[in-house]
């Protein structure tokens, strides 16, 4: 549920994390795993960390248009996201 999505998401993210509300992501994972969303993370601070950016709402939906992308396909179906 989304709840656990978020916990996940905060989890993995750790303290690096600067999003205070995490609802319009969380929602948009509806029906992924957590091993989705911890794909999502790690891309996430890759980018953030490319870019020398902070791990923010921009570096996370960038990441997340990226996993749920058609050309992202064969990693969503092995990590069990929608």
Partial sequence: DAAC???LLR???GPALRLADASPLV???DG???SFVKEWVRRAVLSAV???SALDEQALRSA???LLS???ALTRSML???
């Fill in 5 to 7: 999505r978020e916990r």
């Fill in 80 to 82: 069990g996201g929608r």
């Fill in 11 to 13: 989890l993995y993210a």
């Fill in 64 to 66: 997340l248009d990226e």
């Fill in 27 to 29: 929602a948009a994972t």
């Fill in 50 to 52: 490319d870019t020398g």
């Fill in 32 to 34: 992924v795993t957590a």
């Fill in 70 to 72: 058609q050309q992202q």
